[in-house]
């Protein structure tokens, strides 16, 4: 009989055991992206999921200023609470039709009217002034380009798409 509760013991151990291994094998990305993003931007972006997006910076293409090929985290002009501010890094479409990234140097704003003065960069000597409507979103961060980021990133999108309660209901 002190065998048999034993046994049972064991085997709900095993069970147990298995259980908690599988929640934290599921719950070490989202660890990842919260310490990769921060709190407050992986929050945000569950309230804003349109407003969040990542790109992969493919041998600096993207942005030049941006070594290396990494991955780009952009909270889009969409979001409620956008605000571009000097030395702030965003992504824009230029005036010949590219998509490009720079830091904003200087802002000028004339009435409701905003340009902003893109820094200039080892491809342009000169700097580029922009509109705010030309402003796709602003740089958030950038992370290297390795498996793990890419695996939690792209679960990371995933999740506030699909499984995201707030964005289920609206």
């Not at 034993?6 to 989202?30: A, D, N």
């Not at 945000?44 to 290396?68: C, V």
């Not at 965003?90 to 990234?101: N, P, T």
């Amino acid at each position: 009989m002190i065998w048999k509760r034993y046994t049972i013991r064991r085997e709900e151990t095993k069970k147990i055991t298995k259980l908690l291994f599988f929640v934290m094998l599921s719950i070490i990305p989202f660890l990842s992206v919260t310490n990769l993003l921060g709190m407050e931007t992986f929050l945000d972006s569950f309230e804003n999921p349109d407003s969040y997006m990542f790109l992969k910076n493919s041998n600096g293409y993207l942005a030049s200023n941006i070594k290396g090929s990494s991955f780009i985290i952009i909270k889009r002009s969409n979001h409620p609470e956008f605000d571009v501010k000097e030395w702030d890094t965003v992504l824009y479409s230029s005036s010949s039709g590219d998509i490009s990234c720079n830091t904003i140097e200087h802002i000028y704003s004339i009435g409701p009217l905003k340009r902003y003065k893109l820094k200039g960069n080892d491809i342009k000597e000169y700097s580029e002034t922009i509109y705010e409507e030309q402003i796709i979103g602003k740089v958030v961060k950038t992370l290297d380009n390795n498996i793990w980021n890419t695996f939690s990133l792209e679960l990371w999108s995933i999740t506030i798409d699909n499984l995201n309660i707030c964005s289920l209901i609206k």
